[in-house]
C-alpha cells in the first residue's frame, strides 16, 4: 500500500497577485549623479496620479502599497561603494534620526555587465525597486509624509569623512572615499508608485 500524497501546498505557499500593477504617481525631473558623496532629489507627487491610481486601490486615504524606484542606473565602472536610501530625511538630521528615514540600500554590483552585455541582449541601464509602504505609514503617522513631495537621499555607506583623523575606523574596515570622489554614477529617474 502506497502512503497517500501530501496535500498541495503550494497554492498556500504563493502570495496572491496584485489587483493591478502599479501606477506612477511623481518622478524627478532631473538625473542625479553621484560620486562618492550625499546626494539629495527632489520627487513631486502629482495630485491627479496620485487621485486615479488610489481609485484603482479602492482605497480612499492611502495606498495599499507604495514602491520607489531607482531607474535607468548607468557607470563606466562600479563605484564599488552602496548607497543608502532615506525617504524625507531632514538636512541635518543626527544619525539617530536616520534610522527612521531608511527605506534601503542600492548597490552597483553588474553596471558594467548591463552596459555591455553578452550575445544579443541590448544594453540598458540598472533598476531598483523597493517596497517602502511600512516606512510611508510610519513617516505618515509622525507627520513627516506629504502627498505631494517626498526628497529621496543617497548617502554612501562605511565612509570616514575627510576631517576625520586616522585610526580604529580604518582598522575595522570602514575607508576613506577616494580623493576625488568615487566613479560617477548616473540615476535618470527616482519614481514612486502606488499598487
Known amino acids: 500500500m502506497t502512503p497517500p500524497n501530501p496535500p498541495d501546498s503550494s497554492a498556500a505557499a504563493q502570495p496572491e497577485p496584485p489587483a493591478g500593477q502599479p501606477e506612477i504617481v511623481g518622478a524627478s525631473e532631473s538625473p542625479l549623479h553621484l560620486t562618492g558623496a550625499a546626494a539629495r532629489i527632489p520627487v513631486p507627487i502629482d495630485a491627479r496620479a496620485r487621485s486615479a491610481a488610489l481609485a484603482g486601490t479602492g482605497s480612499e486615504g492611502a495606498p495599499k502599497r507604495v514602491y520607489l524606484h531607482v531607474e535607468n542606473i548607468e557607470a563606466e565602472k562600479n563605484p564599488g561603494t552602496v548607497y543608502g536610501i532615506y525617504v524625507n530625511l531632514p538636512k541635518d538630521a543626527p544619525p539617530e534620526q536616520e534610522e527612521a528615514h531608511h527605506v534601503g540600500n542600492v548597490s552597483f554590483f553588474g553596471v558594467e555587465r548591463a552596459r555591455d552585455p553578452r550575445g544579443d541582449e541590448h544594453a540598458h ?71
Do not use: N
Request: aromatic share 4%; charged share 20%; proline share 14%.
Open 125 to 195: 541601464g540598472m533598476r531598483v525597486a523597493l517596497d517602502i509602504t511600512d516606512s510611508v505609514r510610519a513617516l505618515a503617522a509622525r507627520g513627516e509624509w506629504k502627498d505631494d513631495q517626498l526628497h529621496v537621499t543617497f548617502r554612501p555607506l562605511g565612509l570616514v569623512p575627510d576631517d576625520t583623523p586616522p585610526g580604529p575606523l580604518q582598522a575595522s574596515g570602514v575607508h576613506r572615499p577616494p580623493p576625488g570622489g568615487d566613479p560617477p554614477v548616473s540615476i535618470g529617474r527616482v519614481s514612486l508608485s502606488y499598487g
